[in-house]
């Protein structure tokens, strides 16, 4: 539709406000409750503009075509000018702090000429500042309700809510009492979008951002969702990090861990030297020292037991550079396959399930797919605390109307808002999809033609699914028979049912048979593969964990999942690497752990990952390092792992670095970075260069830019994507062998990319998992995740986050409290046939009675000694997710 703006023409999409006319025709209004994250609210008056006769506030006035407005009039700036300056009246002068360089407010006064005298508040309501990240000055708050608006309609916490009357309404936590008292989970959103600074973060005061010297954007170096942020630094150091609000995942949004935990950064804890241990103890040497001893104990190993007695263990947190690097080192210069990473301990499973029934190794749609989805189908995965910003994205959705299903043993956070909430035993999820299968096949909730154009393998599976009927599957997995009837007839009647998974699927013995029987009901549906909806996606955990896997840090795949077995596939990489590949698959962490022990592994090379702390069945990982002649690790911190490595080597972290990540949703995006490493601490990519140097060996690959670019000549899947295309558009999905045509966001539109080009179901049987309770271990332990603390906490943990929360502890129902004569906040120790930990209760029916619920993120509470060395049977991920355990209440010293 066309806008007349003060005679300047506009064109815009129907639905478009006032606001939206103006702006696009380069009209400044003041807009002080105005977010366009949020739904406008017309309330502060200050955006007033003239249209068909009336006076209206901009934001809230929809447009028409044809419509003429008018803006510029001295009259309407006065009208505005005096409804800022009556807000303004009831503040302090120091609302005003910083002018031009200050806040929203203050920006927009210095822009009216409305001075530091207009304001002739008294002030005197008072500061909150018992939150660590979020303080409320009162006397600043001008209640335009910015801030609630964002709890509730962008991050869905409701946790806000405006008190008071008239001029003394202000913004207080719906609970009452203190910030750090309320349901408030540190996203930061309130903060982000006060325009006066009544809502500042430490470190960064409405009007100190005269004092910003840079800004980088980056991309969080967290969890796997990728949110896009704006990093402000001072001094050589954050001031603070901003949700950019073009993210193409975020939208504006943040987590309490990509926002505000970066304390790490700066912690005097960080490693800045190189460490060697010499009698016993790790001490400080320079870099040529340590890079020399680290060339020698590899040379001794490979003297000793050739290539196949060294193996790499690369970081999901590190940069897709970085883990080219280093699977190209040790396929170039040592000359082995044995390099794995920690998406073997979390989404293998996905890997080897998605690529089975689709063909590659990734979720099928695009995230913003979930908008159009009207049915959420989330398995064994809890956003709300371990991918936040997805769990907003997805609640909203809820909210808006899709109805939910949640399968998860635990009320996890959604659950509260799902239709239907399945609570299967844990280890019972092949029983559970069966069972849904079942039923949609029983009721004819499929898609015929779907199934006969594009799926293999339906009468297999009818056959199998005849023994899955409700009655039965309600015994195995403890599910009643009615909730599955209405899970499947939710998902089953549906027009656009999305799947949207977790390590719930994923970290069980029969884990990758899990993600197979779940792919089976997107296929049964039809509701892959067509664009219409948001079919089968793993919400991946690591930062980087989808791109360390995209980049060949796999023992038994080269970059771009290139068979190492396939000769052809070698020649490639050979060709680009100037050498032949080793061609017997490696080995992957476990079976690595299993060679130390054993005397074959003569040197492990462990690349940001704190083994001791998550990998499981802890005691036996420290005996493998015990038992290996050299063991270097490259850290941050002096990590459990490092404190029992021969080397230590400072890496730089995240902020520090230039690369790209690969998120949940397959898109690359750009990290740069906003601060030099301390000391001497060193890129993980300046590291493998320096160590390759140390061999004698050139790795080419001078940059990082340079290493994408021969990534993509080993890889076609990654041949479009370049830093340069990156910085130039933002993101952009694999698959993309051509840098002329956009990457593909969802996959399979005319077919699957597997050898037949179909879908292909799978008849998996159930099977019981590896650990079952019994008189001695009567309770099954399930391991997770909280939301303030990230995998082995050794980031979060030298963050403000500890004030959030300070331990691990361990949820259990109230009836087998009882049972222990156990209290809220009581200490226990929990035993597992293969270790102890020592944690403290939390009462909760969030878990069922027979279950227990714990995070993994304070070492010293031993929560992995706890857990068993049983495995994915396809892909050795580790079942983290049942584990038999008795109570003890009290903290029992003695194994
Ligand atoms: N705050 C925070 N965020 C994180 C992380 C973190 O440590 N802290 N880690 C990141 C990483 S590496 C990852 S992989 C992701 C993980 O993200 P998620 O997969 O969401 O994490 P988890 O909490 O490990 O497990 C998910 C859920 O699986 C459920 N579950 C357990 N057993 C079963 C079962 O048999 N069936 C079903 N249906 N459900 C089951 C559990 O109750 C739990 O709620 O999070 C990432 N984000
Ligand atoms: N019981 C139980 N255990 C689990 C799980 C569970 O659900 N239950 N989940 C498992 C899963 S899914 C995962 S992914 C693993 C995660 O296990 P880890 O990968 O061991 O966990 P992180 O804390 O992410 O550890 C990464 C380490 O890398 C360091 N680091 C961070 N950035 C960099 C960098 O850029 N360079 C270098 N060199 N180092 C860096 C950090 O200081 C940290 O010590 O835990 C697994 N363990
Ligand atoms: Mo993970």
Redesign the pocket.
């Known amino acids: 539709m066309r806008v007349d703006v003060d005679g300047v023409i506009v064109h815009l999409a129907e639905g478009a406000s006032l606001l939206e006319a103006a702006r696009l025709a380069g009209a400044e209004l003041p807009t002080l409750c105005h977010d366009d994250r949020l739904t406008p609210a017309g309330s502060c008056r200050t955006c007033l503009v003239r249209s068909g006769g009336n006076v209206v506030a901009a934001c809230v006035t929809p447009a028409a075509d044809g419509t003429v407005v008018e803006v510029a009039a001295d009259e309407l700036r006065a009208l505005r000018r005096d409804a800022v300056e009556l807000i303004v009246s009831a503040l302090p002068p120091r609302a005003l702090d910083g002018g031009a360089e200050g806040g929203e407010l203050a920006r927009v006064c210095h822009e009216l000429g409305i001075t530091p005298d207009g304001a002739r508040g008294r002030g005197g309501r008072g500061r909150d500042d018992s939150h660590p990240y979020v303080h409320l000055d009162r006397d600043l708050c001008i209640a335009c309700g910015r801030c609630v608006r964002m709890c509730a309609e962008v991050q869905g916490t409701f946790a806000l809510t405006l008190t008071g009357r008239g001029a003394d309404t202000v913004v207080a936590p719906g609970t009452g009492g203190p910030w750090a008292d309320s349901d408030c989970v540190s996203c930061g959103g309130c903060v982000d979008t006060c325009p006066t600074g009544a809502l500042t973060e430490p470190g960064l005061p409405a009007g100190g951002r005269a004092r910003i010297s840079g800004r980088t954007r980056t991309t969080c170096g967290?969890?796997?969702v990728g949110c896009s942020l704006e990093v402000l630094t001072h001094d050589g150091e954050v001031a603070a990090i901003l949700p950019d609000h073009d993210g193409p995942v975020n939208q504006g949004h943040a987590?309490?861990?990509g926002r505000f935990a970066h304390g790490f950064l700066h912690s005097p804890e960080r490693l800045t030297r190189p460490l060697l241990r010499r009698d016993g103890r790790l001490e400080p040497v320079s870099w040529s020292e340590a890079l020399g001893h680290v060339a020698r104990g590899l040379r001794a190993a490979l003297a000793e037991g050739g290539p196949d007695a060294v193996a790499a263990i690369s970081s999901?947190r590190a940069t897709n550079e970085e883990n080219y690097l280093i699977q190209k080192f040790m396929r170039v210069a040592v000359g082995t396959n044995n390099v794995d990473n920690?998406s073997r301990?979390?989404?293998a499973p996905s890997a080897a399930g998605l690529t089975a029934a689709f063909g590659l190794s990734g979720g099928t749609d695009s995230f913003d797919d979930v908008e159009r989805a009207d049915c959420l189908l989330l398995?064994?995965?809890?956003?709300v605390?371990?991918?936040?910003v997805v769990g907003a994205r997805l609640l909203q959705r809820v909210l808006r109307g899709a109805s939910l299903i949640v399968?998860?043993?635990?009320a996890?956070g959604l659950a509260l808002h799902a239709d239907v909430h399945?609570r299967?035993?844990?280890?019972?999820?092949v029983a559970?999809f069966n069972g849904l299968a079942h039923v949609l096949l029983a009721e004819g909730l499929i898609d015929d033609d779907f199934l006969r154009r594009r799926a293999a393998g339906l009468p297999e599976l009818a056959t199998l699914l005849a023994g899955y009927p409700p009655d039965r599957v309600s015994v195995l997995t403890g599910v009643p028979a009615e909730d599955l009837l209405a899970a499947a007839r939710l998902y089953g009647r549906s027009e656009r049912p999305a799947i949207v998974?977790?390590?719930?699927?994923?970290?069980?013995l029969h884990g990758t048979d899990?993600v197979r029987a779940l792919t089976n009901l997107a296929i049964l549906r039809g509701a892959v593969g067509t664009g219409r909806g948001f079919g089968v996606n793993p919400?991946?955990?690591?930062n980087n964990?989808q791109g360390a896997s995209d980049m060949g840090a796999l023992p038994d795949l080269l970059p771009g999942y290139a068979k190492v077995a396939d000769p052809a596939a070698r020649a490639r990489a050979a060709d680009v690497w100037g050498t032949p590949l080793p061609d017997r698959p490696g080995m992957r962490i476990p079976e690595m752990f299993a060679a130390a022990r054993a005397g074959t592994l003569r040197a492990l090379w462990i690349v940001g990952e704190d083994v001791c702390v998550t990998d499981p069945d802890a005691t036996r990982v420290a005996e493998a390092l015990e038992a290996c002649p050299m063991v270097v690790c490259q850290e941050l911190f002096l990590s459990e792992t490092a404190r029992r490595a021969d080397v230590v080597l400072p890496a730089a972290a995240w902020l520090e670095k230039d690369g790209t990540f690969v998120n949940f949703d397959r898109r690359f995006q750009r990290v740069r970075p906003a601060l030099d490493p301390p000391g001497e601490a060193r890129t993980d990519f300046a590291i493998v260069h320096a160590l390759a140097s140390a061999l004698g060996v050139d790795l080419g690959c001078r940059t990082p830019a340079e290493t994408l670019a021969e990534c993509g000549r080993v890889a076609p899947l990654f041949a479009g994507i370049s830093h340069e295309r990156l910085d130039r558009e933002g993101a952009v999905p694999w698959p993309c062998p051509d840098p002329g045509r956009p990457g593909e966001a969802s996959l399979y539109r005319e077919r699957f990319a597997t050898p037949d080009g179909l879908a292909h179901l799978a008849a998996c049987p159930y099977l019981p998992?590896g650990e079952t309770p019994d008189d001695r271990y009567p309770l099954i332990l399930?391991?997770?995740?909280?939301?303030?603390?990230?995998?082995s906490?050794n980031m979060?943990r030298r963050t403000a986050n500890l004030g959030l929360e300070a331990a691990d502890r361990l949820d259990l129902h109230p009836a087998d409290a009882a049972r222990y004569g156990l209290g809220e906040g009581d200490p226990v120790t929990v035993r597992s046939r293969h270790g102890r930990a020592t944690l403290i209760t939390h009462l909760s029916d969030d878990v069922a009675p027979g279950q227990v619920?714990c995070?993994?993120?304070f070492p010293a509470a031993g929560v992995n000694t706890l857990t068993s060395g049983h495995a994915d049977t396809v892909t050795s991920c580790p079942e983290?997710?049942?584990t038999a355990v008795r109570l003890i209440p009290g903290w029992d010293e003695a194994m």
Not at 424 to 429: D, F, M, T, V
């Open positions: 967290y969890c796997g987590c309490v861990k999901a920690c301990l979390c989404h398995v064994g995965a809890n956003p605390e371990a991918h936040p399968a998860d043993p635990r996890v399945l299967p035993r844990p280890g019972s999820n559970l998974y977790g390590l719930g699927v994923t970290e069980h899990g919400l991946r955990g690591q964990v998992p399930v391991t997770g995740r909280r939301w303030a603390h990230y995998n906490g979060t619920f995070a993994f993120h983290y997710k049942v």
